[in-house]
């Protein structure tokens, strides 16, 4: 196997080991895939990384084939406490390649260092270490009677937190007793195989965990595979409702993590300081590429003019560039295709009638970039109110009274998150309270802890991940 040697922008003194092509990973080994290769290419120059492997619907049989091998003869025998150990040992291994993980997920999915460095490979860590310590005490932990696992688990998962959704998806399974066979997005598969090593250096028995990568269709005939006993999804609302479809009568566990459309609520009597950067955070993190994402600002009418002014000010100061130099603070948007889909809904809201800001900073010529941009003077019925634009696009919008702002909040499709932002507690308990969201944050946004359970309402999914509920949603009777 040849290795590139990637060095990133000087400031960081990682070097990356890269194959130059990777193979699908099934039964603790890297094998070939029979469907066509594609390349994995880096958002911010669009310069290829790697070539990646394709899963045919016979390679997606012999993963599922493996995981039931490992299922039935390893991992439905081995106890608790053992399968805790691996998990432990996967934990300290990521923390121990942490600065390598960050690199690779900022090279293939565009995000800055500072976040994948800092947020989203420690929380990976976090995750499996929280969940192996469940592995011991199942029996134990008032779950059900007998609680045991599903059997053969195929996730799909996608491009916005690759390495994150595949720890969120992983950990709970495998310390349920589930074994897996997982499937990333098409275009952040890198951190995943890099995973796959990972699993090896751990010892993970063979099979426990197989990755095949390539396109949607592999994800559908993983999902439609008659054994896998339960399916775990996260991406769109549109493929969400597909697996639901061919999910039906079929006897398989569902969970379902789809798209998002949140309010962030901003009463008169916020701290004002606070608030201005938990809107920057609730928006502008990662892009925007957040199902979560606070991306319809509800402002009290009173204070609209300088919650605005100080948020474009704000907004002045932001970096834009290269996501492997930990000054930047917006890195590059993960693909042409979502390049596309946030200019157009950003053009259908210049042409509704709302008002657009864009803040100024030099676009690199190269690579997928859209600067921080607001609209102001959105009405509840323009598209940019409703769709999830998936972007760096703030949609602000007013209410006078917290029945207005609760009606206004909830006046979506969607139902996953939401923020308050009051100096008032009875104020924040009382609204929160009417709010159809399956996560709300209270002076604060986008804070994410693996025992707190994460999850929506309506057209945002059903089922939890996280905490006590993300395990229970891999057992066998056992009660959340
Ligand atoms: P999707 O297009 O839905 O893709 C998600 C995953 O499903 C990818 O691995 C994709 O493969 C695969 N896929 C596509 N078509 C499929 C099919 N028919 N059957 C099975 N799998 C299929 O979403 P995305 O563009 O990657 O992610 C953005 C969306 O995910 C947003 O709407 C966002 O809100 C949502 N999201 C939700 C959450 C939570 S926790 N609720 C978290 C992150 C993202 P390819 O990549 O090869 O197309």
């Known amino acids: 196997m040849s290795f590139l040697e990637y060095a990133p922008a000087p400031e960081s003194k990682a070097i990356l080991k890269l194959r130059d092509s990777y193979g699908l990973f099934i039964n603790g080994e890297f094998v070939d895939g029979s469907g066509p290769s594609f390349s994995t290419i880096s958002p911010s120059d669009e310069t290829r990384i790697a070539e990646i492997a394709s899963a045919s619907d016979e390679d997606v049989d012999r993963a599922v084939a493996a995981a039931r091998r490992a299922y039935d003869k390893t991992w439905s025998k081995m106890s608790g406490r053992d399968r805790g150990k691996y998990l432990f040992r996967i934990a300290r291994l990521v923390q121990e390649r942490a600065r390598e993980l960050a690199v690779a997920e900022s090279l293939d999915n565009g995000k800055p260092i500072k976040e994948s460095r800092d947020v989203d490979v420690p929380l990976v860590a976090s995750w499996f270490f929280y969940y192996a310590g469940w592995a011991d005490k199942l029996d134990y932990a008032g779950l059900g009677a007998n609680p045991r696992a599903l059997g053969v688990a195929g996730q799909v998962i996608p491009w916005n937190f690759p390495l994150l959704m595949l720890a969120w998806k992983l950990a709970p399974a495998l310390a349920a007793g589930n074994t897996v066979v997982l499937k990333p997005a098409e275009t952040t598969p890198l951190t995943a195989l890099i995973f796959a090593e990972i699993l090896q250096q751990a010892d993970l028995p063979p099979g426990v965990v197989n990755i095949i990568t390539g396109a949607g269709s592999t994800g559908a005939a993983l999902v439609r595979h008659p054994d896998v006993d339960k399916v775990a999804f996260t991406g769109s609302t549109g493929v969400g409702r597909d697996i639901a479809r061919a999910v039906a009568g079929t006897g398989k566990k569902l969970t379902l993590e789809l798209g998002g459309k949140a309010a962030n609520i901003v009463f008169d009597d916020a701290p004002i300081d606070q608030a201005i950067e938990g809107i920057v955070n609730g928006i502008f993190f990662n892009q925007g590429h957040v199902c979560c994402a606070g991306s319809r600002l509800l402002v009290q009418e009173s204070i609209h003019d300088e919650v605005v002014d100080r948020l474009k000010t704000r907004l002045s100061t932001l970096r834009l560039g290269d996501p492997l130099d930990k000054n930047t603070d917006i890195g590059a948007i993960n693909s042409a295709a979502q390049l596309a889909r946030i200019r157009e809904l950003s053009d259908i809201g210049e042409a509704e009638g709302a008002e657009r800001w864009t803040a100024e900073c030099a676009i690199p010529e190269k690579g997928f970039w859209f600067a921080p941009t607001i609209f102001t003077g959105v009405e509840a019925s323009h598209r940019i109110a409703r769709d999830e634009v998936f972007g760096p696009v703030l949609s602000v919008l007013t209410f ?51 025992s707190s359970p994460f999850g929506g309402y309506k057209e945002s999914g059903f089922g939890r991940e996280g905490g006590r509920q993300g395990l229970t949603a891999y057992l066998q009777g056992a009660a959340s």
Do not use: Q
């Open 400 to 450: 006078r009274t917290p029945a207005e702002a609760i009606a206004k909040a909830n006046n979506t499709p969607y139902g996953l998150s939401a923020g308050i932002w009051s100096d008032k507690g009875s104020r924040i308990l009382a609204v929160a309270d009417r709010l159809r969201a399956g996560v709300i944050w209270a002076n604060t946004f986008n804070r994410f802890d693996p």
